[in-house]
Structure formats: structure tokens, C-alpha cells
């Protein structure tokens, strides 16, 4: 399992683990929020530029954490 985690983007899964951290000390509705900012973050990334170039190229993205 964390080799499959690992070989993501190390920024989509800093930012899923805060997501999942903060639940445990928000209201549902702030943690939806906190996740829905984490979100734009990442789709916003450098990162998700690149995992789209990969799979449309079919090869292994090169993750950088940006």
C-alpha cells in the first residue's frame, strides 16, 4: 500500500493527509470547505499538469511536488 501511495504526487498526498487530519477537529461542512481549497490547490498543480501528460502519452508521470 505505500508504494502505491508513494508513486502519487507527493503534494496531492500532503494534501489528502492534511484533509484527513483536519477532519478530526472540524465540523463536517468546514472540513468539506478545507477539502474542497485542497482540491483547487492541487488541480491547479504542476503536478496535475503532468499526471494528465502521462496518462495521454501513456508512460509514468515524473512527479516534482509542485
Known sequence: ???RIAANS???VALAKDAALASFETPLAQ???HEKR???VALRSADNLEGQA???GKRTPNFTGQ
Open 54 to 56: 502521462a496518462f495521454l
Open 10 to 12: 507527493p503534494l496531492a
Open 1 to 3: 500500500m505505500a508504494n
Open 38 to 40: 485542497n482540491f483547487l
Open 31 to 33: 472540513g468539506l470547505e
